[in-house]
């Protein structure tokens, strides 16, 4: 439960680390806002507080066109509460039911698709499809604010199957009409551009600098204050870049698309690389348990991700036992030499173009090279999501072994509680830190933040 004394000291402080975690919505005008709304702050006796804006909607309020709820970073307090409803959530955020059925995804979650209802009407008060429904038409308003697509190309990227449907369904939704939303009659561009909000702290610096010594020449861009790099979702192509927007607490991203019909989880995936949805202030205090008092860790040290878990799989086994340096440059080798062209730029490997080629202009064991084609051949092999998706079923293959897989999780999944107590880079860490790690210390301490106490140890190198 929202408390209301602690909620109106947030709000009046517009204090940018609650944003998302909570909404206020004013009985006088109908509207909901973010706690960091630029307007005038109303008096505490017209408004209300809810903790998703899902219940603002149901409660009869519309967002506001000012402060944008949709564009709120995504760690409402409920979040991680439940193991279940936050792996539903992320599905349906990403499409879930869209192309699917409920039946389908309370399977998928190992539930029966009645306590997947009852899950989201205790935590949330409404149903799954209607959740999933809100989920669409705030999307849609995002890139209605944000974008120059035309309108039958926002409905259609927010999964909208007609015009008519999207019309009606943003007017009983947002209590607004997609003309009420786009006020502006700009013409289309081939570059969506997009804000990706998050709560601070965020040491983009740092993120910034371990970007770029991994960074694989034509596949991924250093740029000032930047990272972009090409991609691939299905059977869409693109690619794009991202700016840190220190000031706003964001990221503006420019994206090129050929469908935009996979936009919403191509979005939902740059913000897991960036890892712009974790509360630090929560993760932080979670990895301090495994410091002295004395000892003040670097704040913001987020996870940097990899854009999929092939691409991580392959990365990781060129990467074993050599240095950084030394692994990029072997990725670059492969990218150079099997990658398809985009451009002036390049994608990744597909796993059929891996496990089809001898692998001769690589100088490495054949022991290594087979592994990498057997990975590629596995994943050319499985069509299933979650079984490619679960990167402990690749022990099987030979020469993968638990670091692999640990890497793979840290980077490719943005799994949150990963730690590498094998890597070198760890190890030094905890031999230069022991003075300032506590009596008893334990990576479990820091648990179920552990990838953040790993990055955290390489920061301090």
Same mark, same amino acid.
């Given at each position: 439960?929202?408390?209301?004394?602690?909620?109106?000291?947030?709000?009046?402080?517009?204090?940018?680390?609650?944003?998302?975690?909570?909404?206020?919505?004013?009985?006088?005008?109908?509207?909901?806002?973010?706690?960091?709304?630029?307007?005038?702050?109303?008096?505490?006796?017209?408004?209300?507080?809810?903790?998703?804006?899902?219940?603002?909607?149901?409660?009869?309020?519309?967002?506001?066109?000012?402060?944008?709820?949709?564009?709120?970073?995504?760690?409402?307090?409920?979040?991680?509460?439940?193991?279940?409803?936050?792996?539903?959530?992320?599905?349906?955020?990403?499409?879930?039911?869209?192309?699917?059925?409920?039946?389908?995804?309370?399977?998928?979650?190992?539930?029966?698709?009645?306590?997947?209802?009852?899950?989201?009407?205790?935590?949330?008060?409404?149903?799954?499809?209607?959740?999933?429904?809100?989920?669409?038409?705030?999307?849609?308003?995002?890139?209605?604010?944000?974008?120059?697509?035309?309108?039958?190309? /926002?409905?259609?990227?927010?999964?909208?199957?007609?015009?008519?449907?999207?019309?009606?369904?943003?007017?009983?939704?947002?209590?607004?009409?997609?003309?009420?939303?786009?006020?502006?009659?700009?013409?289309?561009?081939?570059?969506?551009?997009?804000?990706?909000?998050?709560?601070?702290?965020?040491?983009?610096?740092?993120?910034?600098?371990?970007?770029?010594?991994?960074?694989?020449?034509?596949?991924?861009?250093?740029?000032?204050?930047?990272?972009?790099?090409?991609?691939?979702?299905?059977?869409?192509?693109?690619?794009?870049?991202?700016?840190?927007?220190?000031?706003?607490?964001?990221?503006?991203?420019?994206?090129?698309?050929?469908? /935009?019909?996979?936009?919403?989880?191509?979005?939902?995936?740059?913000?897991?690389?960036?890892?712009?949805?974790?509360?630090?202030?929560?993760?932080?205090?979670?990895?301090?348990?495994?410091?002295?008092?004395?000892?003040?860790?670097?704040?913001?040290?987020?996870?940097?991700?990899?854009?999929?878990?092939?691409?991580?799989?392959?990365?990781?086994?060129?990467?074993?036992?050599?240095? /950084?340096?030394?692994?990029?440059?072997?990725?670059?080798?492969?990218?150079?030499?099997?990658?398809?062209?985009?451009?002036?730029?390049?994608?990744?490997?597909?796993?059929?173009?891996?496990?089809?080629?001898?692998?001769?202009?690589?100088?490495?064991?054949?022991?290594?090279?087979?592994?990498?084609?057997?990975?590629?051949?596995?994943? /050319?092999?499985?069509?299933?999501?979650?079984?490619?998706?679960?990167?402990?079923?690749?022990?099987?293959?030979?020469?993968?072994?638990?670091?692999?897989?640990?890497?793979?999780?840290?980077?490719?999944?943005?799994?949150?509680?990963?730690?590498?107590?094998?890597?070198?880079?760890?190890?030094?860490?905890?031999?230069?830190?022991?003075?300032?790690?506590?009596?008893?210390?334990?990576?479990?301490?820091?648990?179920?933040?552990?990838?953040?106490?790993?990055?955290?140890?390489?920061?301090?190198?």
């Amino acid at each position: 439960m929202l408390n209301a004394k602690t909620c109106q000291r947030a709000r009046l402080s517009r204090d940018p680390r609650f944003d998302g975690k909570f909404f206020t919505a004013v009985k006088t005008t109908g509207i909901y806002c973010r706690t960091v709304c630029p307007v005038f702050p109303p008096k505490e006796e017209n408004v209300q507080y809810f903790e998703s804006a899902i219940e603002c909607a149901e409660a009869g309020f519309r967002p506001c066109l000012r402060c944008r709820p949709d564009s709120a970073p995504n760690s409402p307090a409920w979040k991680g509460v439940n193991t279940t409803l936050d792996r539903a959530i992320s599905l349906i955020e990403a499409g879930a039911l869209q192309d699917s059925t409920l039946t389908l995804l309370a399977e998928r979650l190992g539930i029966t698709d009645r306590y997947l209802r009852k899950l989201f009407e205790e935590n949330l008060g409404v149903s799954p499809k209607r959740y999933a429904l809100y989920q669409q038409c705030l999307f849609a308003k995002q890139l209605l604010h944000q974008t120059q697509l035309p309108i039958t190309q /926002v409905a259609l990227a927010s999964g909208f199957k007609s015009i008519r449907r999207f019309n009606d369904c943003v007017k009983s939704q947002l209590q607004l009409t997609p003309s009420d939303i786009r006020k502006s009659g700009k013409k289309a561009d081939s570059t969506l551009s997009i804000k990706m909000y998050y709560r601070p702290p965020f040491d983009w610096a740092y993120m910034h600098k371990l970007l770029t010594s991994r960074a694989v020449n034509k596949l991924e861009w250093i740029v000032d204050n930047g990272y972009g790099r090409t991609f691939t979702w299905g059977e869409s192509q693109g690619r794009f870049t991202a700016y840190h927007n220190d000031v706003q607490h964001c990221f503006d991203v420019d994206i090129e698309l050929d469908d /935009v019909t996979h936009l919403k989880p191509i979005i939902k995936n740059i913000r897991r690389i960036f890892d712009l949805d974790v509360d630090m202030q929560v993760v932080e205090q979670g990895v301090q348990q495994c410091f002295t008092q004395d000892f003040t860790i670097n704040s913001g040290i987020r996870l940097p991700g990899i854009w999929n878990v092939f691409e991580a799989g392959v990365r990781a086994i060129l990467g074993q036992q050599i240095s /950084v340096t030394a692994a990029r440059n072997l990725v670059e080798k492969l990218v150079d030499e099997l990658g398809e062209k985009l451009g002036e730029y390049v994608l990744f490997p597909t796993p059929a173009t891996i496990a089809n080629n001898e692998l001769n202009f690589f100088k490495m064991p054949g022991a290594r090279k087979q592994t990498l084609r057997n990975f590629a051949q596995f994943f /050319v092999d499985n069509h299933d999501t979650e079984l490619l998706n679960n990167p402990e079923s690749w022990l099987e293959i030979k020469g993968i072994g638990p670091w692999t897989i640990e890497y793979v999780q840290l980077r490719g999944m943005s799994h949150p509680d990963i730690f590498l107590s094998g890597d070198l880079g760890v190890k030094n860490a905890l031999t230069q830190l022991d003075n300032l790690l506590v009596s008893d210390f334990s990576a479990d301490k820091a648990s179920p933040w552990r990838s953040y106490l790993t990055f955290q140890l390489w920061s301090q190198l």
